[in-house]
């Protein structure tokens, strides 16, 4: 019979709706329950594509015995942190706090009043590794809770008094300006992987956002230390197997150094963003694999993440049926060997595509089977033949059993993927990725934004859910949307951007400017979530200070300006001592110092002249420049849909770009060769 959680939404919530755990949602009922019956209550969180979520809940949650005991003894809620990342944020503190580590699946013991006194994370069915069962786990805290209920009480409550002193203040540290920026850079040198490419050991993720940051410093100062960073780590990671090297896209991260085995999980926001930072590596350099690999991410995204509705599914499975056995394996889907490459292509072809994908008879990855790479000395066939035959692996692949998909639209992630496909359409001259990113758009507008302009966090198959949207949903939603009217010349998504970014501003904003995670009016946790850390995506606090500061170019806010400029004192204090973590804080820093800069690109639609002009524009390489394109704006100082293009006119009635910053402009010029100098990089 299935439990409470057949009713919801969450892709992940619904893969224990059938497990013999009586499993609660997050929910007042629950920890009414829990107070009522006396229990402590068991907080398991995961995400749908978390391969040790699957194994905990194999192993323990589908297991009879375990399931018995866990219904007698407590009220058990299951959490998916992707639709609820405030609950995630707030416990994974605890349980990072406690223990010196954290991950998924978070397995937390709660009070009834969500106090957290005991804590850990993925708990096997026998003693292993030094790490107790989820059973003696569970009679331990039993124990505690009947026995010791004095000391669990003062456990819990010392916690949230440790917490509670854990609040952040970084809203005296002063705006970042050159010097923090290029502290930060010499953090980044010292624990770069001069040989490897990206930063620190095993396992190694990719930088997406310091990258971003790398590739805007050398804009900006002509560094090329930092141009040698991003450009080295990006052809390692896409010469690893990291990347798929059939279908384009990239894994979770790389289980070595060497970026060879991935776990092999597709999340959509590290797409997205990876897309994004390959395609601004081409605008810099012209480099051919990084304009290839950006636009197989791209059509990754849209081939196997876009739903019907228009939007982009969150992630894939790491795990998929293995043909031969019928159970789930990791990597099975993605990994080969020599002799099935000789299957699909035959025998010479099967050994030259095994010399150019680095597959051995022994194997890079289990039992045998290599996931597919691109080394740099393997044999040099020509893209056209090489091309053939990724294109018949990809088809013998797609026969295979596939990973499976969360299909809930998370509109952060949604924002991050329509700034990416809008500009690789523009780049790339594909209109079709741009209308793929119009459509994600307007999904979010339909179905996530309401008439007051406040997001819900996800939805699925069009249905909204029921979980308020989070700091990092307004400033990804709104880059995304500022991102799109830049491509399009539509000023409607500036001003839906603006709607979003006032709402930061009424709705999240402390009185020091620091900037919390959750809405003023959002419900209360034991602890307010504030984390400004960049890792696996943008921290919804530099989202919002990236957008408060593109949204204050475009209108000339200085509300807007004054708010951004207090957000990014965090990246004052910690982009110097943790540029790792604070990487797309750093990025937009950079935009700051530089301006950014404002281009206003004025002509009539169907003059070619102007098209040439919005596209120099929109390759410039200038940290964080806002593009602004249409008619020549009026001379009573309106701007029409854009306010950067009010009073700009033509000149010698040809169609004209103005490009300003710090208050002020250069010359208007028609010519795309002086555009492309006024936009491009800035020399010490």
């Known amino acids: 019979m299935p439990n409470r959680l057949a009713n919801e939404t969450s892709p992940y919530l619904l893969q224990h709706a059938d497990n013999p755990v009586d499993w609660w949602p997050w929910s007042p009922e629950a920890f009414a329950e829990a107070r009522e019956r006396g229990v402590p209550v068991l907080l398991s969180v995961g995400y749908s594509s978390c391969h040790w979520c699957h194994v905990m809940a194999n192993e323990s949650f589908e297991d009879e015995l375990t399931a018995a005991y866990l219904n007698e003894h407590f009220v058990n809620v299951k959490v998916d942190r992707e639709e609820r990342p405030d609950i995630d944020a707030v416990y994974m503190e605890a349980v990072q706090a406690a223990t010196g580590q954290g991950g998924w699946p978070m397995t937390v013991f709660l009070t009834a009043d969500a106090e957290p006194f005991y804590f850990g994370t993925y708990f096997p069915p ?302 790339f001259d594909r209109p079709d990725l741009v209308e793929r990113a119009t459509e994600a758009a307007d999904l979010l507008v339909r179905v996530h934004m309401d008439g007051m302009a406040r997001l819900a966090r996800t939805s699925k198959d069009g249905r909204v859910g029921a979980n308020a949207g989070v700091l990092e949903d307004y400033g990804d939603v709104a880059e995304g949307f500022l991102a799109l009217g830049a491509v399009t010349g539509e ?76 957000a990014l004192a965090v990246v004052h204090a910690l982009g110097p001592r943790a540029p790792r973590f604070i990487g797309h804080g750093l990025a937009v820093a950079e935009a700051l110092v530089d301006g950014p800069r404002e281009v206003a690109v004025v002509g009539h639609p169907e003059d070619p002249a102007r098209a040439e002009l919005h596209r120099i524009a929109l390759l410039g390489t200038a940290p964080g420049a806002v593009v602004a394109t249409g008619l020549p704006g009026a001379a009573d ?16 009635e040809l169609p004209t770009a103005y490009v300003c910053r710090h208050f002020v402009c250069a010359r208007p010029t028609t010519d795309p060769v002086e555009l492309a100098e006024q936009l491009g990089t800035v020399r010490p």
């Open 126 to 427: 026998e003693p292993r590794h030094g790490m107790p069962s989820f059973m003696q786990v569970l009679e331990g805290v039993r124990t505690a809770w009947v026995g010791r209920p004095d000391e669990v009480a003062e456990v819990a409550q010392r916690i949230v008094r440790d917490l509670a002193g854990r609040q952040l203040d970084y809203g005296k540290a002063g705006t970042p300006g050159p010097e923090e920026l290029a502290q930060a850079l010499l953090g980044l040198v010292r624990e770069y992987d001069a040989t490897r490419g990206g930063f620190g050991g095993a396992p190694k993720f990719p930088p997406s956002m310091v990258l971003e940051f790398l590739l805007r410093h050398h804009a900006r100062t002509g560094a090329e230390g930092a141009l040698e960073m991003a450009a080295d780590t990006c052809e390692a990671m896409a010469r690893g197997g990291i990347y798929d090297q059939l279908g384009g896209g990239f894994a979770r991260y790389s289980v070595d150094r060497e970026w060879v085995v991935p776990h092999f999980e597709k999340m959509l926001y590290d797409n997205a963003l990876l897309c994004r930072v390959y395609a601004h590596l081409w605008r810099t350099t012209g480099d051919e694999l990084a304009r290839r690999v950006a636009l197989e991410t791209a059509d990754f995204m849209v081939r196997e993440l876009r739903t019907r509705e228009g939007g982009f599914a969150s992630a894939l499975d790491a795990d998929s049926e293995d043909p031969e056995t019928g159970k789930h394996v990791e990597g099975v889907y993605y990994a080969w060997t020599p002799a099935q490459l000789r299957e699909v292509l035959g025998e010479e072809d099967g050994e030259l595509a095994a010399a150019c994908f680095g597959v051995t008879e022994e194997g890079t990855f289990e039992h045998g089977m290599s996931v597919l790479q691109l080394p740099v000395q393997g044999p040099d066939i020509g893209e056209e033949r090489l091309a053939g035959i990724r294109e018949r692996l990809l088809a013998a692949r797609q026969a295979r059993p596939a990973p499976g998909r969360d299909d809930k639209i998370v509109a952060a992630w949604n924002g991050l993927a329509i700034a990416a496909l809008a500009e690789c359409g523009a780049f």
């Open 491 to 566: 000023g409607v998504w500036l001003e839906f951007a603006g709607f979003l970014v006032d709402l930061v501003l009424v709705g999240f904003t402390a009185e020091d400017g620091s900037l919390y995670d959750t809405a003023h009016d959002a419900e209360r946790l034991i602890r307010r979530p504030q984390d400004p850390t960049d890792t696996a995506a943008p921290s919804g606090w530099t989202a919002a200070a990236g957008a408060l500061l593109s949204y204050a170019a475009h209108t000339g806010s200085q509300a807007h300006r004054t708010a951004a400029e207090r």
């Open 637 to 652: 100082g309106s701007g029409g849909e854009f306010p950067l293009l009010a009073e700009r006119t033509l000149v010698r």
